[in-house]
Nanobody, 125 residues
Framework: EEQLVESGGGSVQTGGSLNVSCSASGFFSDRVCMAWFRQTPGKEREGVALIGSTSDTEYANYVKGRFTISKDNARLTLFLQMNQLKPEDTATYYC???????????????????WGQGTQVTVSS
């Protein structure tokens, strides 16, 4: 059974940095699209950044230039480095994934169907 477990997060002041990680297990191969989403109470979950099986990336406009997504294929671990954090970045951050059939398949935001439990990121002003 595929599982995703987030770690990291925490509290920081405006302008600070945080790093969150996601350890994946149970996947048949590392041909996996992975992503970070976030959600605040009363709002829909929104995509933050995704990374494909060949490490192509895509970012939401509101984090471009501040956040960096990366992964360690050997350990199938996903990372999100968050810099220049703002109070509006406060949310529960979720790791997500889905397997793809071929290397280089494009990732689609709506296809993620395996989710972690979430980790809280709080940015104070």
């Amino acid at each position: 059974e595929e599982q995703l477990v987030e770690s990291g997060g925490g509290s920081v002041q405006t302008g600070g940095s945080l790093n969150v990680s996601c350890s994946a297990s149970g996947f048949f191969s590392d041909r996996v699209c992975m992503a970070w989403f976030r959600q605040t109470p009363g709002k829909e979950r929104e995509g933050v950044a995704l990374i494909g099986s060949t490490s192509d990336t895509e970012y939401a406009n509101y984090v471009k230039g501040r956040f960096t997504i990366s992964k360690d294929n050997a350990r199938l671990t996903l990372f999100l480095q968050m810099n220049q954090l703002k109070p509006e970045d406060t949310a529960t951050y979720y790791c997500a994934a889905y397997a793809v059939a071929y290397w280089g398949n494009s990732c689609r935001w709506g296809n993620f169907d395996i989710w972690g439990q979430g980790t809280q990121v709080t940015v104070s002003s």
